[in-house]
């Protein structure tokens, strides 16, 4: 059984997704209605979230906690804002949800969801 787990728990560090929610941004006038595909400002490359709580860029320049990653939506370009907890709960709901194909079933987008949720908040 314990072997099981630990392959479960090793198949969620590693699985990456497309970041695919709304601005999780502390103030966010948006208010969590529009959902994007993230990029990073840097290489303009699509951004990925790992299963250990990570993002990284396509092109592999960054990879760090989403804690410790700013946003800037469309409502506020440029101005990067740090993560607010309770709209990044929402957020990293959406973003299971809204990468369905990326998983078997919705038990292992919930394994994975809960593995994120667990890396990301020891964390905050």
């Known amino acids: 059984m314990l072997i099981i ?14 970041l695919v929610m709304p601005c ?4 966010c006038p948006d208010k969590r209605a529009t959902i994007s595909e993230w990029e990073h400002a840097s290489c303009f490359t699509q951004v990925f979230l790992k299963g250990n709580g990570n993002l990284l860029c396509k092109e592999g ?4 906690s989403i804690c410790q990653w700013r946003f800037a939506c469309a409502r506020h370009q ?8 309770n709209a990044l709960i929402d957020a990293l709901g959406t973003a299971i949800r809204s990468t369905k194909a990326y998983f078997r079933d ?3 987008g919930l394994q994975f969801l809960a593995e994120v949720q667990k890396n990301v908040f020891s964390n905050m």
């Open 5 to 18: 787990h630990f392959q479960i728990y090793t198949q969620m560090q590693q699985k990456t997704i497309p």
């Open 24 to 27: 999780p941004g502390i103030n």
């Open 61 to 64: 320049c960054t990879e760090k």
């Open 78 to 85: 440029g101005e990067y804002r740090k993560p607010d907890f």
């Open 106 to 108: 919705d038990k292992e």
